[in-house]
């Protein structure tokens, strides 16, 4: 059982940066791939970001790529994802999720854990 807490969402502008914290329970946190997904009001939920178990590959979709990075601290039980240049079209509600096994994947019914979620606004 993996219990995870995002935070550090908030209300920016365009082009400020926001970097999330998602802070996981439970043991051989390691043993997860982990991923960032966001959600818009009257939007499906979508992949940001994922991270390997071990924190060795990385991948971010083609809507953040140059300006998220997801970042991963497996000795302190953490996921983190760095957002810079943010838009408008980057306000959502973001969610870390946890999925058993070291590979990540881009589809929510993959993941096995999430969390309640952090709210990102961006005016411009």
């Known amino acids: 059982q993996v219990q995870l807490v995002e935070s550090g969402g908030g209300l920016v502008q365009d082009g400020d940066s926001l970097r999330l914290s998602c802070a996981a329970s439970g043991r051989a946190f390691s043993n997860y791939a982990m991923g960032w997904f966001r959600q818009a009001p009257g939007k499906q939920r979508e992949w940001a970001a994922g991270i390997t178990g071990s924190g060795g590959s990385t991948y971010v979709a083609n809507s953040v790529k140059g300006r998220f990075t997801i970042s991963r601290d497996n000795a302190n039980n953490r996921v983190y994802l760095q957002m810079n240049s943010l838009k408008p079209e980057d306000t959502a509600v973001y969610y870390c999720?946890?999925?058993?096994?070291?590979?990540?994947?881009?589809?929510?019914?993959?993941?096995?854990?999430w969390g309640q979620g952090t709210q990102v606004t961006v005016s411009s």
């Open positions: 999720a946890a999925r058993n096994g070291f590979t990540w994947s881009p589809r929510t019914n993959d993941y096995n854990y």
